[in-house]
């Protein structure tokens, strides 16, 4: 299977990251969980979710600045 998107990006490929607060939160999830605290079922799915967002946003990034030269 195979999926084409047309997709705007914005001039400033920096913007293409996680919002501060955002990658914040995913940072104190993160941390919980590597220092022993077991995360709660709504916490996990939370910390998977926003870590497939930040892959997702670093692989436009990268292609976009692949494209641009």
Request: glycine letters at 6%.
């Amino acid at each position: 299977m195979s999926l084409q998107m047309e997709i705007d990006l914005p001039a400033d490929l920096d913007r293409l990251r996680l919002p501060e607060g955002v990658e914040a939160r995913l940072h104190t999830l993160l941390d919980r969980q590597d220092r022993g605290h077991t995360l709660t079922e709504a916490e996990r799915k939370e910390a998977e979710g926003l870590v497939n967002l930040a892959e997702l946003l670093a692989l436009l990034r990268s292609r976009a600045e692949r494209l641009a030269g």
